[in-house]
């Protein structure tokens, strides 16, 4: 009679074990620095290398180019920005247009009238970013004033 328990038993016991998934908790994200591939749950612990990749530049009055009669645009040299990032990741800038202190993340649109509003963007190709700067109604815009300019490395 114990043996036909024992019998019984252990196929019960093995189909309970073996039928439950052991839950591997780490980082999911493949871009993270402590990314787990056996990972079967997501522990939200990701960490991300710090940019080292930072270049400051300021953008003067008179480095702005008028293209097109309606748009501001100055091109900043750097010759971080390769092939690889160009493909694999991006540049980030940030302007400050008063005194370095507040930093906003272009593009970006700010308004200075109900009905009047300036827009800045960022294009990048290899080694130059160019910073645009083009007012709403579309007309020759004054001069930009000279501005502040981060560009951060994604890679």
């Known amino acids: 009679m114990k043996q036909m328990r024992l019998l019984l038993i252990v196929p019960i016991c093995l189909v309970m074990f073996s039928s439950c998934k052991k839950k591997i908790w780490g980082c999911m994200d493949i871009t993270a620095e402590n990314y787990s591939p056996v990972a079967t749950e997501d522990a939200e612990d990701c960490t991300y290398a710090a940019s080292d990749e930072v270049f400051s530049s300021t953008v003067t009055d008179a480095s702005w180019t008028l293209v097109g009669g309606i748009q501001w645009q100055s091109t900043i040299s750097w010759s971080a920005i390769t092939n690889s990032v160009i493909d694999n990741g991006g540049v980030v800038a940030f302007i400050s247009i008063s005194d370095g202190s507040t930093w906003e ?49 994604l890679r």
């Open 105 to 153: 993340q272009i593009p970006m649109t700010f308004y200075q009238a109900d009905t009047y509003s300036t827009s800045i963007g960022i294009s990048y190709t290899l080694e130059e970013a160019t910073i645009t700067w083009t007012d709403s109604d579309l007309t020759e815009p004054i001069t930009p004033p000279s501005v502040d300019v981060k560009l951060i490395i």
